[in-house]
């Protein structure tokens, strides 16, 4: 199972939004949510997203999986198009394609011996990592995302 909700509930002061709710989601399933505005939605999502907030109940993720979640509405957008928004949606791989570019630089100042070492000791380090999350094709994916939403 990709993801296991056990009985977590929630409720802010004496108001319960939900009790004792229970799913699980394997790999490639696909689910909707869907109910009355003011149904706890939102706050269900923001419960998987931060377990750490229910107040009763688990709420447990495979090893290794990757959750995203974009705000209904786009109030944060901010300034920008909404393609530089997606960019900015996953700021890990963000942050590693600007952390493999400073290593190209250095390394390519740096003579070869134990400081070059390094250097290629860690860009191997985090090319590993920007492989994993599926880097390269983060673009593709945007794209796709897109143009599934029209």
């Not at 509930?9 to 505005?37: C, H, P, T, Y």
């Not at 709420?59 to 999986?65: H, K, W």
């Amino acid at each position: 199972m990709q993801l296991v909700v056990d009985k977590i509930a929630r409720s802010f002061g004496i108001n319960e939004i939900f009790k004792d709710i229970s799913f699980m989601i394997d790999k490639g399933e696909k689910i909707g949510l869907v109910g009355v505005n003011g149904s706890g939605k939102t706050t269900l999502l923001r419960c998987l997203l931060a377990p750490e907030t229910v107040d009763g109940g688990v709420v447990r993720f495979e090893p290794g999986l990757k959750i995203g979640y974009v705000e209904q509405g786009f109030q944060n957008i901010g300034t920008g198009s909404l393609w530089q928004f997606m960019l900015r949606s996953c700021p890990e791989i963000v942050t590693m394609r600007e952390e493999l570019a400073a290593l190209e630089a250095r390394s390519a100042q740096l003579e070869p011996g134990t400081e070059l070492d390094g250097v290629l000791e860690e860009y191997a380090r985090v090319t590993k990592r920007y492989e994993h999350v599926d880097g390269y094709n983060y673009e593709a994916f945007i794209k796709r995302v897109l143009i599934g939403l029209g």
